[in-house]
């Protein structure tokens, strides 16, 4: 089964448009972890069982691995639990990767084998040569930075670039249109839209049809949940992938934090669905 089809049969199966981002910061995490050798991977397990009944995909952030000792060999088992207890959960690993073919070669063997990730983030910054590595991978997921979240967005995604025809328009549009045209043969791509941007979605969802839609931006960036969902929802309404990492893994800070990471993540999918 293809990344894709993976997700779309878990926004069936789950009834959640829901992915919980794995970003495991020490300094939050419970008291119980103060001397466990192993927190990053034990409270993301935590998090993941709690969770996957809510939950579309799971969406470990990198760095927040790697910046510790251990940290990758901790991320490597995490996506192996998820793969073992929860196999219908799809795996986004947020790398944001973007580099000339070569090393972006070795970039897709990272995600894609050696941590065994359905999909991986993506900077298409330096253009197709630096995302056919990962395209060649057609049953993993490409999900491409298109208009993303933070304030900065606009200093770049926004500036208008010739269209061909004597006009022009933004480059993120230009970036929707071209992955969803040209890069996009084997149905395994995605975009990044930020939460914080609900007109543009709208403008992007328009562009690229019933291609699945990552999500970053609710909760701790403002996002609001009614213009992402009426703007980003495809006819079925599905095709979002709305994630939220702060407010579900810090939910609690007590021995109670697994199980408020669940209510956390079911009353976001309720509100979500809401508006479905």
Known sequence: MTFIDKLRARWQQADSLV????????????????????????????????TAPYACAF????????????GEAALQRLVAHVNGAHPDVPVILDAKRGDIGSTAAQYAVEAFERYGADAVTLN????????????QYND????FLCHTSNPGARDFQELTVPDGSGGGEPLYQRIARTIA??????GNCALVVGATFPEELK?????????PLLIPGIGAQGGDIEAVVRNGRTADGTG?????????????????????????????????????
Request: charged fraction near 25%.
């Open 203 to 211: 403008v992007i969802r328009g562009i690229v049809g019933d291609m």
């Open 140 to 143: 993993r997921g490409c999900v």
């Open 59 to 70: 969406k470990p952030q990198i760095a927040y691995f790697a910046a510790h000792n251990g």
């Open 240 to 276: 979002l992938v709305i994630n939220s990492s702060r407010g579900i893994l810090y939910a609690s800070s007590g021995a109670g934090y697994a199980d408020a990471a669940a209510d956390a993540a079911r009353d976001l999918r309720d509100a979500i669905n809401r508006f479905r």
């Open 19 to 50: 992915c919980v981002g794995l970003d495991p910061d020490p300094a939050k995490f419970p008291d119980a972890f103060v001397d466990d050798e192993d927190a990053l991977f034990s409270f993301c397990r935590d998090i993941v069982d709690a």
């Open 181 to 186: 045209g040209e890069w996009n043969a084997d």
């Open 124 to 135: 298409p910054y330096m253009g197709r040569d630096s995302a056919d590595p990962f395209l």
